[in-house]
């Protein structure tokens, strides 16, 4: 009899129950895609002692998390709007996408760069991992709009408009002033060359007036690429509900972060994938399953328990089945939405 339990433990340790399996038989069918990690900043410059990089992301974790595709941001931190400030902003944004550029070309039997949604799904039948290139903080940009083409053409197919303190295209929702009252003039510049070039505008991080002023001028769909909801959280940083029905009315996405700081105020250990569903649960009941998504904001603060990082992207599968969404649903919540997305802004530039 002792026996007989002792195998049962060791098949229960060694043998994925039905529930592991059928989170790997859904992967293998779907393409899954994170929107949002500081990754570059700590590559790019791994001396920087003020990065919270912990390691999060690699393509060696996407193929542990079964994560497919995810977007790479080129962070910097706001800085004055001097002529210095902005040069030295778009020298820190170039030499990051250069890194990740490199990343890629070091690790190519792992993973490559993708620039647009055809290229996600290429390289998810190859078995690698898909880096989308994306900006946070369109400080970089100056007021010089031939720089969103240079951009454009370094592969940089998102860009958020701001990081925390306002700059010469937007106001930012952390700033406790507003010089625009939302965005700029030059910001509505910005994000009609976006349109026109095929980029994803991201209003994560953007004031809510900004926000709002984003979504009705822009002819394409826009995403929020790591925000949670304010009704769950009262933060500046996430979102409203008016912001969240307007974002859904055009098409576009909330891409819930998976960090303590956007899902609950209780302390860091006691935060985990119940919150995570909460806030997923709310924006799919307020605008629907194909406004959703996930942007784990990893190495820039974000982890919770359960998911630490990109090599635990399938406890949120596992979860999401528990909570009883269908594979048609998960499938859009994890990638989908985004390559919908990304398909309608590069037809709108192929139209021009
Ligand atoms: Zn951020």
Known sequence: MKLFFLSCLIVSLSVPDSLDLKVERLHDSIISI??????????????????????????????????????????????????????????????????????????????????????????????????LLSIENAYCLGQ??????????????????????????????MDSL???????????????EMNRLGMIV???HASRKACLQAVRSSRTPIVASH??????????????????????????LIQISIGRYFLSFL????VGLPHLMEHINYVVNLV???????????????????????????AITRALIEEGYSDREIAKLWGGNVLRVMEDVSDFARSF
């Open 288 to 314: 629907g399953i194909d406004h959703v998504g996930i942007g784990s904001d990893f190495d820039g603060g974000g982890g919770i328990v359960g998911v630490e990082n990109m090599g635990r992207m399938k």
């Open 34 to 131: 994170d929107t949002h990690n500081d990754f570059a900043m700590f590559y790019a410059f791994p001396e920087e002692k003020h990065t919270v990089a912990k390691g999060q992301v690699s393509f060696e974790l996407m193929k542990e998390g079964r994560l497919d595709a995810a977007f790479f941001a080129a962070y910097q931190e706001q800085g004055p709007c001097t002529e210095e400030g902005h040069a030295r902003a778009k020298w820190l944004a170039d030499s990051m996408l250069t890194a990740l550029h490199r990343y890629a070309a070091e690790l190519s039997q792992q993973g490559a760069i993708a620039f647009d949604a055809g290229e996600v799904r290429e390289l998810k039948k190859q078995n690698k991992a898909a880096m």
């Open 178 to 192: 507003e010089w625009h009252g939302g965005l700029s003039p030059f910001g509505y510049e910005v994000i009609k």
């Open 227 to 252: 925000s949670c909801v304010y009704n769950l959280k009262q933060i500046p940083r996430n979102l409203t509900d008016e912001e969240m029905i307007a974002i859904a009315g055009k098409g576009g």
């Open 267 to 270: 302390p860091r250990d006691q």
């Open 202 to 204: 991201d209003v994560s």
């Open 144 to 173: 010089d709009i031939t720089l969103v083409e240079h951009y454009y053409k370094m592969g940089v197919r998102m860009i958020g408009l701001t990081h925390n303190g306002n700059n010469c295209v937007a106001d930012a929702v």
